[in-house]
């Protein structure tokens, strides 16, 4: 994804604001990606980017598999803020 170029092109797509990667410390077959977006409509418009195709050929041609989770901010329940160092 990074020598591809295809990251740096999906980090410059309207309304990205976070796209990276991290591998895990416990199984190197696994891979995170961490993407934040604007709001829903710029998510909305980089799943029907050219960039989706790329991603959906190299799913292809390396047979990864992917499952997707959603997360909220912190920030949207003030409770965490007991367990958070700023």
Known sequence: ???SGIAAAIR???GNE???YFQSLNDPETIL???QWRDQ???DD????PMMAQLAALRDKYNLHMRVE???D????PADEAFMRK
């Open 74 to 77: 912190a920030e949207e329940n």
């Open 70 to 72: 959603r997360y909220r």
């Open 18 to 20: 976070k796209y990276d």
């Open 1 to 3: 994804m990074e020598g």
């Open 12 to 14: 410059a797509e309207s």
């Open 33 to 35: 990606l961490i993407d």
């Open 46 to 49: 980089h799943h029907t980017s």
């Open 41 to 43: 409509k710029a998510l």
